[in-house]
């Protein structure tokens, strides 16, 4: 079965620092990868996805993230964070084995400090 | 363009009483799921349907969750009766088959159920 990892509940960066949210998943195919931002009581917002080619992927608001198939990671970077940042993110996964769902991460939050 | 669109954002109920959650997918997206966001389990796929007809239903929780889909613009998610334990945020969400298993799941606003 298809899963995702994200093993920091919580991610605390300076204003102006590079930032890094981790992922980690598991598939018995290929993977397809995405990325998504909660802001308090709004919906998810799509960020990012890998679904084949170049492993850094570049997405909305600066951020990129990079799959690495050796590590089965996917992790989420921002060269200088923002204050404006600071939200829920999610990691996600889907196995084309089992249809057309996406399993979510538990998400980590990210606090772009001042 | 108009994301997905879900009523009543808010919603306060009593337990035992019926509540029905609404949906407008996208234009033009033949998929349409139904998920659920809770702080104990996060978030959890409840129910998918493609062209109208439900695929995967295995995260329905039980009887008293229903969902249907009469057309391609329009969504129910029903609880009946309701229990203090379905509070949540319950997320619908919709996708094109444009890139097949690539293609990218947009959600709306969420419905924020709080059951007394």
């Known amino acids: 079965a298809q899963s995702v990892a994200q093993p920091e509940d919580q991610v605390n960066v300076a204003e102006g620092n590079p930032l890094t949210v981790k992922c980690t998943y598991s598939v018995s195919g290929n993977p397809y990868l995405f990325w998504y931002v909660q802001y308090p009581n709004r919906g998810l917002q799509f960020l990012l996805k890998y679904i084949t080619g170049d492993n850094l992927v570049k997405g909305s608001y600066g951020f990129e993230a990079e799959f690495n198939k050796s590590q089965t990671s996917f992790h989420l970077k921002k060269p200088s964070a923002l204050v404006s940042d600071s939200a829920l993110y999610f990691c996600a996964v889907r196995d084309r084995n089992y249809g057309q769902n996406i399993v979510f991460g538990p998400g980590t939050r990210l606090s772009v400090l001042p | 363009d108009a994301g997905v669109i879900q009523s009543p954002r808010h919603e306060v109920t009593e337990m035992g009483q019926e509540v029905t959650l609404r949906c407008k997918p996208i234009s033009g997206h033949d998929y349409l799921f139904w998920y659920r966001q809770t702080m104990m389990r996060g978030l959890e796929l409840l129910i998918y349907?493609?062209?109208?007809?439900?695929?995967?239903d295995s995260g329905m929780p039980e009887d008293r969750f229903s969902a249907k889909m009469p057309n391609a613009s329009f969504s129910t998610l029903k609880i009946q009766p309701s229990e203090p334990r379905d509070s949540a945020v319950y997320f619908c969400?919709?996708?094109?088959?444009?890139?097949?298993?690539?293609?990218?799941?947009?959600f709306g606003e969420g419905s924020w159920l709080t059951v007394v």
């Open positions: 969400a919709s996708s094109s088959p444009g890139q097949g298993f690539g293609n990218t799941i947009y």
């Open positions: 349907f493609n062209n109208n007809v439900p695929i995967d």
